[in-house]
């Protein structure tokens, strides 16, 4: 048995204890990261409070931390390979690029698929390794009743990363290795307590590590075309004018705040229309959705299972029931009756498909055509 096993790395508690837990399996262990974000760049994203805290306490991709864990505290070799250029041309231009259609990307859903997970593989490909491990709160599981390899949720619910792993494949879901699926994220940081390990209390980086919620529009400002600046109009569902605001590009379907308008009730972003300029608003009850696509299907063929079918739009959101109407392999599209109405349905988003509500059967990029 081949009991070489490549674990990536970020300089956080979750990858060094994942980094641990192998070895203490008796895995010959080899530590990576794959450097996609140098945060001590001055770009065009500015400074963060993640930016603006000493290295040693971000938890972000670092690579100074991953090598001394690797080489001083683990005991265990270190390798580096830069994909800076990989995440800007797979990541931060399509994030970029989506927004300025009127879309909601996930950023961190294409990161794992296309570059952190893949370039993972690749290296340890390179280095004759099969098995590959990460500290993502997630499982692998094997259905019989679709034949592959499926990501699940992971025993903590706060913590659990199962969505972001969505468009992964089921021939990679077969090489990798979660250590911490069974685990809470207190009961990680304990180990790594125990383990004398020094991010055991390491802060944690809840948002796309290159912008902010809150910076996005600062963000997109530089790329957004003079004709889309200015004063957008603020319309209501039948088209009649109920307001202005500066700018509408970043705006996303189901937003309430940022909209640099004064009204007697609540308001939400219903739709963004950049080649008229205008955001439609209506109420809360108007954002329902009963019908959806998903587009670019990730998964294996989703209709006619005999199991219980729901879809989560976002990582913490409650799953909701629904079933397949439709499924067009050729263009790798399914369409979706949602069994309860959902608000937060927005194109670009990535829809996941899950068997049981625990398991996931693939997933797709939302739209409504």
Known sequence: MNNKVL???????????????????????????????????QTECGTSAETAR???????????????????????PFVMVDRRDAFRTKVMDPFRDEYLKAQTPNPCVTCNAQVKIRELMALADSLK?????????????????????????????????????AKLQSAEISRLEWPLSDLTKEEVREIAREAGLPVSEMVENMEACFVSEKKLKSYLEKWIPLEMKGQWEDVGQGGEKVGSMEGGLGLTRGQRRGM?????????????????????????????????????WSGPAPDHLEASLSVVF???????PCHVSWYSPDRKKVGLSLLEPSPWVSPGQVGAILLDKEIILGAGTLSFS
């Open 314 to 320: 976002r990582s913490s959101m409650k799953p909701v």
């Open 54 to 76: 000493p290295w040693s306490e971000r938890g972000c991709c670092h690579v100074p931390m991953v090598r001394y864990l690797c080489e001083e505290i683990l005991s265990i």
């Open 260 to 296: 640099g308008t004064g009204f007697g009730e609540r308001v939400y972003v219903l739709e963004i229309l950049p080649e008229k300029k205008q955001v439609v608003l209506g109420s809360k009850e108007s954002l329902d959705v009963t019908q959806c696509v998903l587009e670019d």
């Open 129 to 165: 390794i099969e098995k590959v491990a990460t500290g993502h709160y997630a499982r692998k599981v094997y259905s019989p009743l679709t034949g592959s390899f499926h990501v699940a949720k992971g025993k903590d619910p706060k913590k659990d990363q199962s969505y972001f792993l």
């Open 7 to 41: 674990v990536g790395m970020s300089g956080g508690v979750d990858s060094a204890v994942a980094a641990l837990r192998m070895k203490q399996a008796g895995y010959d262990v080899t530590g990576a990261i794959i450097e996609i974000w140098d945060p001590e760049e």
